[in-house]
């Protein structure tokens, strides 16, 4: 028969009477699973059915117990579908594919790593110059293409990509790895930011002890009412975990989680890593980029600029974000493929800009076809480009509504750094 269109794997807290050998055998048995079951598409679309829906739900459900895993989401076309599109047109619909898969992981709420890639044997690297955007091309077995005349997306995670971290070890993992998403001088939770409290209310549950949100003694107002927020949003998730917000009387740099075992440990300074997104703004605040008319270049005299952003850049630890740059057309109903083309390929000459100043840190750009509501400065609504750093995963995820994406990805907090009338 049929399999079914769903997965069901344990919550970790109901594993708690295992060891650690038998837990990884739990997890690993879903892994094999959920690599044993292709998302399938019909011929020549990107737009997931009602079962596969289904099945990608139930998979980020499984998946949302284990933050720390890195998740390969492959997109890949039909051998019926190779005849039909180009070597490129076919590259970007196995992208919006696993980007389709991989948004549908993320609003189930797995919040780790995921590293899309496109393959298919006769797809050519056409589409990817460094495999700075995101697009990895790799040859897979055509026993693929004979079986899914369609195209599907496969969910691969490598065997040693598969650590289990203990309840502490994933708080502290989570705090290093993922911001909550507050608006400026604002204490409520953005959606990303309830992913990331659903994440931590798991690993408390398996921690099975109370657990505490420390703020330093010279908080702000706003920044306890912060705290107070993540903690009713893993209560609303977990009501039978305990979590209580405390003013801490020690000398903290920042905030941190800890579950109570009795020792009430010293915060972790991972979780104390400096938000670039800071010194850009104030950066971006002072002097808008500007480009060439009519051209994707930049103007020379904005070459400060980008050096200080650069700067900004590599004094980041690269293994703790991935900086976005996205181009947004404004108005779709003003919008043309002329201004879609021309608006991307001035992001992407301040990715190479960026990078020919010596950035590592993985740097992406992004095309949406519609207007910014979320960047400060931006009252205009029309066509302009922002800047921001997210957490390594976050960078394929978007929280703009309906957004109709012509390049990458991305969730967060944005700085304006070019208008038409910059």
Known sequence: G??????????????????????????????RLIMSRPVEFTDCSSELAVGPAKLCQSMGEALRDYPEFLVHVVGCVGKSELAKFKDEEAAQLAQQRAMACAMALYNAGFIGEKAVEVRGEHIKDSTAKDGSDGRKLSPRSSAIHDTYLNGCVWIEISEQDVRLLEPQERLDYIMAHHNFGFAHHSAVLSPHGNHVATAMALAIEEGQRPAT??????????????????????????????????????????????????????????????????????????????FRPQSPELSPEVVPVIRKIAQV???????????????????????????????????????????AEGVRMKVMAKGINGACDFAEGNASMGPCIVIQCVRPGDEYVTEVPDGDHFGCGSNGKAALCWTPGA
């Open 313 to 355: 850049l590599k004094d980041s630890r690269e293994d703790l974000w991935v900086c976005l740059v996205e181009a947004f057309t404004g108005d779709r109903s003003a919008s043309t493929k002329a201004n879609q083309t021309m608006i991307l390929q001035r992001a992407e000459c301040l990715v190479d800009s960026l990078k």
């Open 213 to 290: 949100i420390a703020v330093p003694r010279t908080s702000s107002k706003v920044a306890v009412e912060r705290a107070e927020s993540i903690a009713k949003a893993v209560r609303n998730f977990s009501p039978s975990s305990e979590i209580m917000v405390s003013v801490s009387n020690k000398d903290m740099e920042c905030a941190t989680v800890f579950i109570d075992d009795g020792t009430h440990p010293f915060p972790r300074s991972s979780s104390c890593e400096v938000d670039p997104n800071v010194p850009i703004r104030e950066i971006l605040s002072e002097t808008h980029l500007a």
């Open 2 to 31: 049929a399999p079914p269109q769903t997965i069901k794997s344990k919550r970790r807290s109901d594993l708690v009477h295992l060891d650690l050998h038998e837990k990884f055998q739990v997890a690993d048995s879903m892994r």
